[in-house]
């Protein structure tokens, strides 16, 4: 911690609760778009992770957000699950209607949002939010308000929206810098003198979008001039440029100012590799703290100095949020446990406790024989590997949920015109269907992928919009991670994810993880994309 920090810290809350907004800011990233699987999975990782609060999403959405803010509010969670809702009364019944812990209820206030987007008066804004603040904590004991735009709000107006809100109910206030045109000090100074003219109960949170860079910076600055809540999403995915990075306000909070939180910190990259895979956005190499490169070290002196003592030039140890060393430095340090094709399941159990690895039984056998079918074929796994293996094997659909399942595929390729033909089966209403097709490519992936998507004839053509692979570790025998995303001719998007230390094998499982994704989603839209009457907001 830099001894200049302790200048500030005494005006840190007593505790800083996490407000995450993954599931709803976080995807309205463009293309970015969970399942019900992927939500309920992302909900009970960041209940194990710490997270206080949990905005599901905005049920009147859809009706896919509405059974997904339902059912998450079923799963018994310690942290609160919580809705978004316009002040209307249709957007508030439809929280209520989905059982949830708490509402998050928001209107603009900048005067350009006033007269270009709601065409209303400050004083009927004002009636709004008495009216239908008030309706809600009717119905709840914990309503946040947010004043969007707030910070291209005038202050005096913004302060007596927020003392209106409270007057009518609200607990808790939100102030959004919606747009991410404030700065630190500026933000600070919003914050300070709300701080000032809200009741001391009343616990102020922070919204920062990251147009300018700014978003974690503008969030600290907030927590220090009073703010108790902070909002956030991982990896900073949201609109545009995102909001500030759950891994960055998290992690400084704790190493650099010292704070109080409800965190697990030995769980975050952990959870930051499942949104990962989920959100289809890869990680930057750059990326602060979970990012490739951030415990590497190239540099002589560095690494030098490293081997000494990693803190010389580490912020903080990477054990400390579970990120595993991968690099050369990892044996020397060690900081790296390597287990191998002789390692007992009962080791193996335990190495998965110690990297935040959940699974089911039938789960972990299969990450088992993964691990001893990699030990095979080369002495060392690390930590990286092992983690690749059981986030590709969690994340996958069980078998009997799944709707297509992959039996044969022979590939031919090399001085040939490389060629392909798959078996799959495919569930439909009365029963499963044997489909054989082949197809030549410009190689074997692409050969392989073809003939998979050939099969799905009677769903009209599906494009392979994009597709990427990258090498978790290095070496020729490295894990191979697919990341693909395909859309059908009705505009419905999925992607899908796979690993396998076979390039060909790891392509072919990744389509079919993105073909299952897809089948499920057709068969609850009846085919057609969704298309919600409003778009989401940016708060």
Same mark, same amino acid.
């Given at each position: 911690?830099?001894?200049? +920090? %302790?200048?500030?810290?005494?005006?840190? /809350?007593?505790?800083?609760?996490?407000?995450?907004?993954?599931?709803?800011?976080?995807?309205?990233?463009?293309?970015?778009?969970?399942?019900?699987?992927?939500?309920?999975?992302?909900?009970?990782?960041?209940?194990?992770?710490? +997270?206080?609060?949990? %905005?599901?999403?905005?049920?009147?959405?859809?009706?896919?957000?509405?059974?997904?803010?339902?059912?998450?509010?079923?799963?018994?969670?310690?942290?609160?699950?919580?809705?978004?809702?316009?002040?209307?009364?249709?957007?508030?019944?439809?929280?209520?209607?989905?059982?949830?812990?708490?509402?998050?209820?928001?209107?603009?206030?900048?005067?350009?949002?006033? *007269?270009?987007?709601?065409?209303?008066?400050?004083?009927?804004?004002?009636?709004?939010?008495?009216?239908?603040?008030?309706?809600?904590?009717?119905?709840?004991?914990?309503?946040?308000?947010?004043?969007?735009?707030?910070?291209?709000?005038?202050?005096?107006?913004?302060?007596?929206?927020?003392?209106?809100?409270?007057?009518?109910?609200?607990? *808790?206030?939100?102030?959004?810098?919606?747009?991410?045109?404030?700065?630190?000090?500026?933000?600070?100074?919003?914050?300070?003198?709300?701080?000032?003219?809200? /009741?001391?109960?009343?616990?102020?949170?922070?919204?920062?979008?990251?147009?300018?860079?700014?978003?974690?910076?503008?969030?600290?600055?907030?927590?220090?001039?009073?703010?108790?809540?902070?909002?956030?999403?991982?990896?900073?995915?949201?609109?545009?440029?995102?909001?500030?990075?759950?891994?960055?306000?998290?992690?400084?909070?704790?190493?650099?100012?010292?704070?109080?939180?409800?965190?697990?910190?030995?769980?975050?990259?952990? #959870?930051?590799?499942?949104?990962?895979?989920?959100?289809?956005?890869?990680?930057?190499?750059?990326?602060?703290?979970?990012?490739?490169?951030?415990?590497?070290? %190239?540099?002589?002196?560095?690494?030098?100095?490293?081997?000494?003592? /990693?803190?010389?030039?580490?912020?903080?140890?990477?054990?400390?949020? @579970?990120? /595993?060393?991968?690099? %050369?430095?990892?044996?020397?340090?060690?900081?790296? +446990?390597?287990?191998?094709?002789?390692?007992?399941?009962?080791?193996?159990?335990?190495?998965?406790?110690?990297?935040?690895?959940?699974? #089911?039984?039938?789960?972990?056998?299969?990450?088992?024989?993964?691990?001893?079918?990699? @030990?095979?074929?080369?002495?060392?796994?690390?930590?990286? !590997?092992?983690?690749?293996?059981?986030?590709?094997?969690?994340?996958?659909? &069980?078998?009997?949920?799944?709707?297509?399942?992959?039996?044969?595929?022979?590939?031919?390729?090399?001085?040939?015109?490389?060629?392909?033909?798959?078996?799959?089966?495919?569930?439909?209403? !009365?029963?499963?269907?044997?489909?054989?097709?082949?197809?030549?490519?410009?190689?074997?992936? !692409?050969?392989?992928?073809?003939?998979?998507?050939?099969?799905?004839?009677?769903?009209?053509?599906?494009?392979?919009?994009?597709?990427?692979?990258?090498?978790?570790?290095?070496?020729?025998?490295?894990?191979?991670?697919?990341?693909?995303?395909?859309?059908?001719?009705?505009? +419905?998007?999925?992607?899908?994810?796979?690993?396998?230390?076979?390039?060909?094998?790891?392509?072919?499982?990744?389509?079919?993880?993105?073909?299952?994704?897809?089948?499920?989603?057709?068969?609850? #839209?009846?085919?057609?994309?969704?298309?919600? &009457?409003?778009?989401?907001?940016?708060?």
């Amino acid at each position: 911690m830099s001894p200049h +920090i %302790e200048l500030v810290r005494s005006k840190l /809350p007593e505790h800083v609760y996490f407000f995450d907004t993954t599931m709803r800011d976080g995807e309205q990233t463009p293309e970015v778009s969970f399942t019900l699987d992927e939500k309920l999975k992302i909900a009970q990782q960041f209940d194990t992770l710490g +997270i206080d609060i949990i %905005e599901a999403g905005m049920p009147v959405v859809s009706k896919g957000d509405f059974e997904a803010c339902k059912q998450i509010s079923h799963l018994g969670l310690k942290a609160q699950v919580i809705g978004l809702a316009r002040l209307n009364k249709k957007d508030i019944d439809d929280v209520v209607a989905a059982d949830m812990n708490a509402i998050h209820v928001f209107i603009a206030t900048s005067d350009l949002h006033l *007269r270009d987007k709601l065409k209303m008066t400050r004083e009927q804004v004002i009636a709004k939010i008495t009216e239908m603040v008030a309706y809600a904590k009717s119905h709840f004991n914990v309503v946040e308000f947010s004043a969007e735009d707030a910070t291209r709000t005038d202050l005096d107006f913004l302060i007596k929206a927020n003392l209106t809100a409270v007057q009518a109910g609200a607990t *808790r206030i939100n102030i959004p810098d919606t747009v991410g045109t404030t700065t630190p000090k500026a933000f600070g100074y919003v914050v300070s003198k709300n701080r000032e003219a809200l /009741p001391k109960d009343v616990k102020i949170c922070v919204h920062c979008h990251n147009d300018f860079g700014l978003a974690v910076a503008n969030s600290l600055a907030g927590i220090e001039n009073g703010a108790e809540v902070v909002h956030t999403t991982f990896l900073g995915i949201g609109e545009r440029a995102g909001n500030a990075s759950f891994e960055q306000v998290a992690t400084a909070l704790y190493a650099l100012y010292g704070a109080k939180t409800s965190i697990k910190y030995k769980e975050l990259y952990k #959870t930051s590799k499942l949104i990962e895979r989920f959100s289809n956005i890869k990680i930057p190499v750059q990326f602060p703290l979970i990012g490739k490169n951030a415990f590497r070290h %190239e540099s002589g002196i560095h690494a030098h100095a490293v081997i000494q003592n /990693p803190r010389t030039y580490e912020p903080l140890t990477p054990e400390l949020i @579970g990120y /595993p060393r991968s690099d %050369e430095l990892a044996d020397i340090v060690a900081q790296s +446990i390597t287990i191998g094709k002789h390692t007992g399941s009962h080791s193996l159990k335990a190495k998965l406790d110690e990297l935040g690895v959940t699974c #089911t039984q039938e789960q972990f056998t299969d990450i088992f024989e993964r691990l001893k079918a990699l @030990g095979d074929k080369r002495k060392k796994i690390g930590d990286i !590997d092992l983690i690749t293996i059981a986030n590709d094997v969690t994340g996958r659909l &069980a078998q009997q949920d799944k709707t297509v399942i992959l039996d044969e595929l022979t590939v031919l390729t090399g001085s040939v015109t490389p060629t392909a033909t798959a078996k799959i089966r495919v569930r439909l209403d !009365d029963g499963w269907e044997q489909r054989i097709d082949s197809s030549i490519g410009v190689g074997p992936v !692409d050969a392989a992928v073809k003939a998979i998507l050939k099969t799905f004839k009677e769903i009209g053509k599906i494009e392979l919009m994009e597709y990427e692979i990258e090498a978790v570790t290095g070496g020729t025998d490295a894990l191979g991670v697919t990341t693909i995303k395909i859309k059908d001719e009705n505009g +419905i998007v999925v992607s899908g994810n796979a690993a396998h230390e076979d390039i060909v094998m790891s392509s072919v499982q990744a389509v079919m993880n993105a073909l299952n994704k897809l089948m499920k989603m057709r068969k609850k #839209t009846n085919g057609t994309a969704h298309d919600t &009457a409003e778009a989401k907001p940016s708060i």
